[in-house]
């Protein structure tokens, strides 16, 4: 029985195959990482509508939808117009494009009918908003 250890060469072996196993799950995670970035982004903007939602249901007042590059506002009007009562943000790397502003009514309604592009890295998804208020996020890639 040798007791004098491990070789060079059994050494090598497997820190190479070591190697090879960190290089091929390296490449897995980055994917993986890469869409739950991109499910953060899509909850904060749907998250974004079922709060404009409920808040119009909830304080019986219209609640308007609008957004800018990264972000969406949620306004109720008041006496001095439209006041901003919440917003949210979306990470630096995704964008989104609103094609009207929706306002969603204390009845569940929203007008007009809306769509909101959403692009992140080499992927985009449409959110749809329908008359009755629901929400439908579809992958345009």
Partial sequence: MNNRG???????????????LLILTLGGWQGFASQLAATRNLRTVTQALHT???????????????????????????????QTVRLFTLEPEYSLK??????????????????????GGDRSWRIAISIVGRIKVTRLD
């Fill in 6 to 20: 491990i070789t060079v060469a059994e050494l090598l072996v497997a820190v190479g195959l070591g190697a090879m």
């Fill in 52 to 82: 404009a939602r409920y808040t119009a249901i909830r304080d019986n007042e219209a609640v308007l939808v609008s957004g800018g590059e990264r972000r969406l506002e949620l306004k109720q009007h008041s006496q001095q117009g439209w």
């Fill in 98 to 119: 609103l094609n009207a502003q929706p306002v969603f009514y204390p009845e569940g309604a929203v007008s007009p009918l809306c769509s909101i592009l959403v692009r």
